[in-house]
């Protein structure tokens, strides 16, 4: 019996102190930026494209980081900046991102990984920001 009441009190403790903190990241989606990746595309096999792309379908946005997909939060907000701003946000890449979802192995979907993620679109004059969801395969079919 006092192991019942042990594992009753202890079981709830120990699950609770396994759970990480998740993280808000930032990253730079720079659409004027030319540079190229290697991504392998269903019946072409690898091709170089461009970094950084944006894909319209329907009612929907796509933004492609090389071969990761990246969706707008539906009644996100955007908001806006000024350049100087830049310096004080700590800006990840798509690297990065990748390197914690292999980590992770509790974790399924890619979107919850994160607490949030947004990205900083730069413009002449101002940063735009929004939130936006890291798509698995389920959510793009």
């Given amino acids: ?44 096999g690898i091709q170089r494209i461009n970094k950084y792309r944006i894909s319209k379908s329907m009612d929907n946005t796509f933004y492609y980081i090389c071969d990761e997909i990246f969706v707008p939060k539906k009644g996100g907000e955007v908001d806006t900046c000024s350049v100087k701003n830049l310096k004080k946000i700590d800006i990840k890449n798509i690297d990065y991102l990748i390197d914690v979802k292999k980590k992770k192995t509790e974790s399924f979907f890619k979107n919850s990984i994160f607490k949030k993620i947004y990205f900083i679109e730069p413009h002449k004059d101002y940063l735009m920001k929004y939130e936006v969801s890291w798509a698995t395969d389920l959510i793009i079919e």
């Fill in 1 to 44: 019996m006092k192991y019942l009441v042990f594992y009753i009190f202890m079981l709830p403790l120990f699950a609770f102190s396994q759970k990480t903190e998740k993280e808000t990241i930032y990253i730079l989606f720079d659409i004027a930026n030319k540079e190229k990746c290697e991504v392998e595309i269903e019946g072409k």
